[in-house]
């Protein structure tokens, strides 16, 4: 399977045209066809479907597609380590991180580093833990913020010294509006927006301490803006972390929960992982930086 009719087969399945795709390729559209032709007999299934309304992937190609986009992101990767292995301090870091006001310390570590550094640049990629620890066992990242527990034969990390603060965003006109805090009794019932994340139920009953008969999911979010959206839509209340939504003059407010229930994180990469300079130059700094944190 040759890197660059994946290319092909990823420019197609993105413009969802071959015309559109041959002109972004500076390939005439016949050479385009019979190349992903080629690439469907090579693996023996169907991967696009063409139709008056344009084209779309079969299943099998939209598993492609997935692992298409993950091999290109690596080769990309690898390129991009190779050509910045001069002496000279240059080229991409990769960090992936669920969403957290523990960010900031991964900006200042970055900050620090900018003045001295102009070559080296970031790629932050937004994810649940367990995608971010799939994506560093891929090698697509080169260290992740996390706030699951993680094998540490597999993984080495750094404890994060800032806390986040689980509460409940909703709109000011919602009934639990009025409270300085809300008590997890309070929920039973409840339309709730959260997280994403595998048995719902069980995970948010053992968290806030609600039988599971008696939790309501009205929706669910991968990134706490959209979880947000549906809150100011008045769908229910949205538990989340503090910080992330700014709520200061608008129909939304943030309430604790009580009893007080905090989120730590964890700074991970895998051991014996031999990193580009720029990402070596930065887990230096950045253990510095959390050394001297609160100094």
């Given at each position: 399977?040759?890197?660059?009719?994946?290319?092909?087969?990823?420019?197609?399945?993105?413009e969802q045209s071959y015309s559109i795709a041959?002109?972004?390729?500076?390939?005439?559209?016949?050479?385009?066809?019979?190349?992903?032709?080629?690439?469907?007999?090579?693996?023996?299934?169907?991967?696009?479907?063409?139709?008056?309304?344009?084209?779309?992937?079969?299943?099998?190609?939209?598993?492609?597609?997935?692992?298409?986009?993950?091999?290109?992101?690596?080769?990309?990767?690898?390129?991009?380590?190779?050509?910045?292995?001069?002496?000279?301090?240059?080229?991409?870091?990769?960090?992936?991180?669920?969403?957290?006001?523990?960010?900031?310390?991964?900006?200042?570590?970055?900050?620090?580093?900018?003045?001295?550094?102009?070559?080296?640049?970031?790629?932050?990629?937004?994810?649940?833990?367990?995608?971010?620890?799939?994506?560093?066992?891929?090698?697509?990242?080169?260290?992740?913020?996390?706030?699951?527990?993680?094998?540490?034969?597999?993984?080495?990390?750094?404890?994060?010294?800032?806390?986040?603060?689980?509460?409940?965003l909703m709109r000011q006109d919602m009934p639990?509006?009025?409270?300085?805090?809300?008590?997890?009794?309070?929920?039973?019932?409840?339309?709730?927006?959260?997280?994403?994340?595998?048995?719902?139920?069980?995970?948010?009953?053992?968290?806030?301490?609600?039988?599971?008969?008696?939790?309501?999911?009205?929706?669910?979010?991968?990134?706490?803006?959209?979880?947000?959206?549906?809150?100011?839509?008045?769908?229910?209340?949205?538990?989340?972390?503090?910080?992330?939504?700014?709520?200061?003059?608008?129909?939304?407010?943030?309430?604790?929960?009580?009893?007080?229930?905090?989120?730590?994180?964890?700074?991970?990469?895998?051991?014996?992982?031999?990193?580009?300079?720029?990402?070596?130059?930065?887990?230096?700094?950045?253990?510095?930086?959390?050394?001297?944190?609160?100094?």
């Amino acid at each position: 399977m040759d890197i660059r009719v994946l290319r092909y087969f990823l420019a197609v399945a993105r413009e969802q045209s071959y015309s559109i795709a041959a002109e972004r390729l500076f390939l005439s559209q016949p050479t385009l066809s019979r190349q992903l032709k080629e690439l469907e007999e090579e693996l023996g299934k169907t991967l696009l479907i063409r139709s008056n309304k344009g084209v779309t992937l079969t299943e099998e190609g939209m598993i492609l597609r997935k692992r298409a986009e993950e091999i290109v992101e690596l080769l990309e990767k690898a390129e991009q380590e190779v050509k910045n292995s001069s002496d000279s301090i240059s080229g991409k870091v990769y960090i992936g991180a669920g969403e957290t006001y523990a960010i900031k310390l991964i900006a200042d570590t970055a900050r620090h580093l900018q003045a001295d550094n102009p070559g080296i640049s970031y790629s932050l990629y937004s994810a649940d833990g367990t995608d971010v620890l799939e994506r560093l066992d891929r090698g697509l990242i080169d260290f992740g913020m996390i706030f699951q527990p993680y094998d540490s034969t597999k993984y080495e990390g750094i404890k994060i010294p800032l806390k986040d603060t689980f509460g409940v965003l909703m709109r000011q006109d919602m009934p639990l509006a009025d409270k300085d805090v809300i008590n997890l009794s309070d929920l039973k019932g409840q339309p709730l927006i959260v997280p994403r994340q595998q048995n719902h139920n069980t995970q948010l009953s053992q968290r806030i301490g609600i039988a599971e008969e008696d939790i309501n999911i009205a929706a669910e979010y991968n990134l706490v803006y959209n979880g947000s959206v549906m809150a100011a839509e008045g769908m229910g209340y949205c538990l989340c972390l503090d910080k992330l939504i700014n709520t200061k003059g608008g129909n939304m407010c943030f309430k604790p929960i009580e009893p007080k229930i905090e989120a730590e994180c964890t700074f991970v990469w895998k051991r014996y992982t031999v990193f580009t300079k720029a990402a070596s130059l930065f887990l230096s700094q950045f253990k510095q930086d959390i050394d001297n944190f609160g100094n």
